[in-house]
């Protein structure tokens, strides 16, 4: 209940750059509708969400990674980050592999609850925030994401379904009731 009275953020804004030189293609999963324009991230008069205290936020992307490693043209490049400077730096450090490069970067814009102008945070990630195993939140995470690829009648299914969102439940510990009243909820859709 405190996460509903308690706002700690509005206007919350999250952006993610793809490093083209490591990632070639990705797809976001879920939130479609709740996409900004690029413009918008920096834009303080445009609304965006409310964090409350205890609230949390996941958010799923499908990813492709180049092999190899390829680069860009000048047109592909633009203003991004990862562009004519990020380059020069790889070249001067010899560093080619995406084993040795930011495959992405998250930002943060938010508002604190009495201010009008937003604070900016940056997180870049790379090979090492991979894991070959993922824990139990990222499998819960994935399984309600694909139910809800198979809910919203998504145009990329995949190999999705119910069955498969079950057996991934099953192989976790759900001693969150949330988390056990959503396979409760799968268990009644089959």
């Known amino acids: 209940m405190t996460a509903t009275l308690l706002t700690i953020c509005k206007d919350v804004k999250f952006q993610v750059e793809f490093n083209p030189a490591v ?4 797809r976001l999963i879920g939130y479609e509708n709740r996409s900004l324009a690029k413009e918008d991230f920096h834009d303080d008069t445009k609304d965006a969400g ?4 205890g609230h949390s936020v996941t958010v799923l992307y499908e990813l492709i990674l ?4 390829q680069t860009m043209s000048e047109e592909e490049i633009g203003d991004l980050k990862y562009g004519d400077n990020y380059k ?3 070249e001067l450090t010899g560093s080619s592999s995406a084993l040795e490069q ?3 970067t998250i930002s943060l814009r938010y508002k604190k609850p009495a201010e009008e102008e937003s604070n900016l945070l ?9 894991v070959k195993e993922p824990g139990e939140d990222f499998k819960f995470a994935a399984a309600v994401a694909e139910f809800g690829l198979l809910a919203s009648k998504s145009r990329y299914p995949e190999g999705a379904s119910v069955d498969h969102v079950l057996s991934v439940l099953e192989g976790l510990k759900l001693e969150d ?5 959503f396979k409760d909820l799968v268990k009644e859709v089959r």
Request: aromatic share 18%; proline share 6%.
């Open 102 to 104: 930011e495959w992405l």
């Open 88 to 90: 020069e730096e790889l």
């Open 23 to 26: 990632v070639s293609d990705y």
């Open 66 to 69: 180049k092999e190899p490693l």
């Open 50 to 53: 409310e964090i409350g205290a």
């Open 177 to 181: 009731e949330y988390k056990a009243e």
């Open 122 to 130: 940056q997180y870049p990630v790379s090979y090492d925030s991979y």
